[in-house]
Each structure stands twice: as structure tokens, then as C-alpha cells.
T-cell receptor
Framework: DQQVKQNSPSLSVQEGRISILNCDYTNSMFDYFLWYKKYPAEGPTFLISISSIKDKNEDGRFTVFLNKSAKHLSLHIVPSQPGDSAVYFC?????????????FGSGTQLTVLP | EADIYQTPRYLVIGTGKKITLECSQTMGHDKMYWYQQDPGMELHLIHY???????EKGDLSSESTVSRIRTEHFPLTLESARPSHTSQYLCASSESKGARYTGELFFGEGSRLTVL
């Protein structure tokens, strides 16, 4: 049973417009959420994160919103650029004793059209 | 910028061969991980280590084995490769930061394995 779900496998947007990537989770124990970006043939790179005690975190063009009651988070990219074209993974973590482990979604392929 | 390295980046081998995927990190992180990822699918944790001489299996069952003899090195071995092992293998590391620890992982560039 997937605890972190990204229901949109792909998304296309025009350059300069807003990209919104969505993620849903089922485990209410998750207390930290992260977004990773992955180019083909490369490893994922950390993009932005948010603690469950917050509902918004912003870093430049990237903003993550968290709606705990709906168990939903979203990543907004404004303005979108062709270099943003990549697979975006949502991940969630819970403190399990001595360490945290990440649970990943299946990713959303974002294509930004010039 | 993360300093975690994987070799080989690409490997094509025949069925039955033994292979070792290397992973090294220079950040002194105590925790290291191996993930397996196929296109359009989530990353699945197959092995992890919280320190030297400590290894555990992850959520996804894997026929591979790992070792952690040195902090910086976490190789993954397949004794007899099969076509079902064809996948991308991602190594990652993280550091405990006490109350500030978030689980953030630093990934290597991955090893793409194809077994014919």
C-alpha cells in the first residue's frame, strides 16, 4: 500500500507559467516532507522541504504548501523554466527511533515547453 | 554540493555474472542507503546501514547483499545477476542532526544495470 502518492505521472506547462505538482499521503505520523528533482541518468537532488508544523515554505521560485487535514502537499514553481523539466519526487519521513527513513512517491515528469 | 560517488554508472552484463556496485561518500555520514528505481516508479529502499558493521534489509526484498566495513564505503553485490535485476540502483547517505534531523538524503548519480 503506497503511503505517498503522486497521482499525476506527467505534467506539461508553458515557460513562464506556474507548475503545480501534487502529492498525497496516508500516514498521519509523517512529520517532514521533502521534494526531490531527478534528471535522467542522474541521482535525485534535494529541492525543498517542509515541517508538519508549517503550512508553507518558500525558496526562490519554489514554494511547498502543506494541508495536514487533507494529507496533501503541493510544489509550486513560478515562473517555470525549461531547465525545470525533470521528474519530481515527493517524499515523507517519520522519526522511527534511531533514525528517519524516507518514503517516496512514484514521481511526476514535468515538461516545461519553451 | 554532496560528495557521494557511484561506479560504474552503466553496466551491461550477462546472466549469472557476479557484480559489485560501488558507493563512496566523503562527507563522513553515518547512514547510507541503497534504493532501486524503475522508470515511472517510486524509489524502493533495498538496504541501509546506520554505521560500520551494521546493515539491514529495506522494504523491498532484494537478492543483493551489502557490507559496511568503512564509514565511507557501502558496496552492493549481486552474486548471480538475472534479467529481473535490470534497474537503476541509487546510493544515498544522510547525517543525524539530532532534533534537526529531517531524513534528507544525498544521492549519488546512480548505477544503471542491464542484465541480458
Amino acid at each position: 500500500d503506497q503511503q505517498v502518492k503522486q497521482n499525476s505521472p506527467s505534467l506539461s506547462v508553458q515557460e513562464g507559467r506556474i507548475s503545480i505538482l501534487n502529492c498525497d499521503y496516508t500516514n498521519s505520523m509523517f512529520d517532514y516532507f521533502l521534494w526531490y528533482k531527478k534528471y535522467p541518468a542522474e541521482g535525485p537532488t534535494f529541492l525543498i522541504s517542509i515541517s508538519s508544523i508549517k503550512d508553507k515554505n518558500e525558496d526562490g521560485r519554489f514554494t511547498v504548501f502543506l494541508n495536514k487535514s487533507a494529507k496533501h502537499l503541493s510544489l509550486h514553481i513560478v515562473p517555470s523554466q525549461p531547465g525545470d523539466s525533470a521528474v519530481y519526487f515527493c517524499a515523507a519521513s517519520v522519526n522511527s527511533g534511531s533514525a528517519r527513513q524516507l518514503t517516496f512517491g512514484s514521481g511526476t515528469q514535468l515538461t516545461v515547453l519553451p | 554540493e554532496a560528495d557521494i560517488y557511484q561506479t560504474p554508472r552503466y553496466l551491461v552484463i550477462g546472466t549469472g555474472k557476479k557484480i559489485t556496485l560501488e558507493c563512496s561518500q566523503t562527507m563522513g555520514h553515518d547512514k547510507m542507503y541503497w534504493y532501486q528505481q524503475d522508470p515511472g516508479m517510486e524509489l524502493h529502499l533495498i538496504h541501509y546501514s546506520y554505521g560500520v558493521n551494521s546493515t539491514e534489509k529495506g522494504d523491498l526484498s532484494s537478492e543483493s547483499t551489502v557490507s559496511r566495513i568503512r564509514t565511507e564505503h557501502f558496496p552492493l553485490t549481486l552474486e548471480s545477476a538475472r534479467p529481473s535485476h535490470t534497474s537503476q540502483y541509487l546510493c544515498a547517505s544522510s547525517e543525524s542532526k539530532g532534533a534537526r534531523y529531517t531524513g534528507e538524503l544525498f544521492f549519488g548519480e546512480g548505477s544503471r544495470l542491464t542484465v541480458l
